[in-house]
C-alpha cells in the first residue's frame, strides 16, 4: 500500500476523555469518533489497556497517530502535569502502543499536533488550546519547534497559565473575567513569540467573546484527526 493510502489511527488523550477516529490521508473519518472517560491518575499501563479495549471495534488502520497533554519526546513521556500519576515520567507510550497495537505509532503534545493541522507553513506560527489546561505549539515556516512547555509557567497572581485559564479556572471565575484573562495571554504570547499568525484550538476556543485581531483565527476541535495524518508527514 502506498503512502497514500494508508489509514492513520488518531488518538487524543485529554485531560477528561481518551478520543480516537479512523481517518484517511485527507482526516476523513472513516470510522465513529469513540471516546471514554480519562482514567485519570491510573498507571500508564492502564491507558495503554483502556486505549487497546476503546480502538479494537474501529477496524483496521496502518499507523498510529496519538496527542498526548504533555510533554513527550522520541515516544517517551517527560512529563503528565494533568493525568495525575507520576509513573508516567519517562514511560515509553509509543513502543507500549506498539506492542499493544502492533502498528508504528508517532506521539506529539497535543497542542503541537493540533497546529500541525491548521498551519500554513509560513512564517512564525503559533497555536493555543483553551481546554483542561493551557496548550501551546509553535512553528517556523511549517517546522515544529521544540515544545515550550508554557502551560506550567507562572502568568498572574503566582499561578500559571494552566491554572488560570483551564476549564476549572473558567467556571471558578465566570466567562468575562476568563476572558479578560484570554486576552492578557494572547497579548504574553504575541510579545514572547512575535508571531505572524496565532490558531486558537480547545473545546473553550468557542467561549471568547471579545473580537479577535486579523492574525488571530479560532480553529475547529476536530483539528486534532487532521493533525494526527500531518505528524505521519512530518
Ligand atoms: C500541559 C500541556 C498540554 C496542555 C493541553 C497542559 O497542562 O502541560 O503539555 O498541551 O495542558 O492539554
Given at each position: 500500500m502506498d503512502g497514500a493510502h494508508k489509514l492513520t489511527l488518531g488518538i487524543d488523550i485529554g485531560g477528561t476523555g481518551l478520543k480516537a477516529a479512523v481517518v484517511d490521508e485527507d482526516a476523513r473519518m472513516l470510522t465513529d469518533r469513540v471516546r471514554v472517560a480519562t482514567p485519570i491518575g491510573a498507571p500508564p499501563a492502564k491507558f495503554v489497556e483502556v486505549l487497546a479495549g476503546l480502538v479494537a471495534p474501529l477496524g483496521a488502520f496502518d499507523r498510529v497517530?496519538?496527542?498526548?497533554?504533555?510533554?513527550?519526546?522520541?515516544?517517551?513521556?517527560?512529563?503528565?502535569?494533568?493525568?495525575?500519576?507520576?509513573?508516567?515520567?519517562?514511560?515509553?507510550?509509543?513502543?507500549?502502543?506498539?506492542?499493544?497495537?502492533?502498528?508504528?505509532?508517532?506521539?506529539?503534545?497535543?497542542?503541537?499536533?493540533?497546529?500541525?493541522?491548521?498551519?500554513?507553513?509560513?512564517?512564525?506560527?503559533?497555536?493555543?488550546?483553551?481546554?483542561?489546561?493551557?496548550?501551546?505549539?509553535?512553528?517556523?515556516?511549517g517546522r515544529l519547534a521544540p515544545h515550550l512547555e508554557i502551560a506550567h509557567h507562572p502568568f498572574r497572581h503566582g499561578e500559571t497559565y494552566d491554572q488560570q485559564l483551564g476549564n476549572v479556572a473558567r467556571k471558578e471565575i465566570g466567562g468575562s473575567r476568563w476572558n479578560k484573562r484570554v486576552e492578557k495571554a494572547i497579548g504574553n504570547m504575541r510579545r514572547l513569540t512575535n508571531f505572524d499568525h496565532l490558531f486558537i484550538g480547545g473545546g473553550n476556543a468557542k467561549k471568547i467573546d471579545f473580537a479577535l485581531a486579523p492574525d488571530v483565527t479560532v480553529i475547529s476541535n476536530e483539528a486534532g484527526m487532521e493533525g494526527g495524518v500531518a505528524l505521519w508527514r512530518h
Open positions: 497517530a496519538v496527542g498526548f497533554p504533555g510533554v513527550v519526546r522520541n515516544g517517551r513521556v517527560l512529563t503528565a502535569a494533568n493525568l495525575g500519576n507520576d509513573t508516567w515520567i519517562g514511560f515509553d507510550l509509543a513502543q507500549a502502543l506498539e506492542a499493544s497495537l502492533a502498528k508504528p505509532v508517532r506521539i506529539a503534545n497535543d497542542a503541537d499536533l493540533q497546529g500541525l493541522a491548521v498551519i500554513a507553513g509560513k512564517g512564525v506560527e503559533m497555536v493555543i488550546t483553551l481546554g483542561t489546561g493551557f496548550g501551546t505549539g509553535l512553528y517556523l515556516d
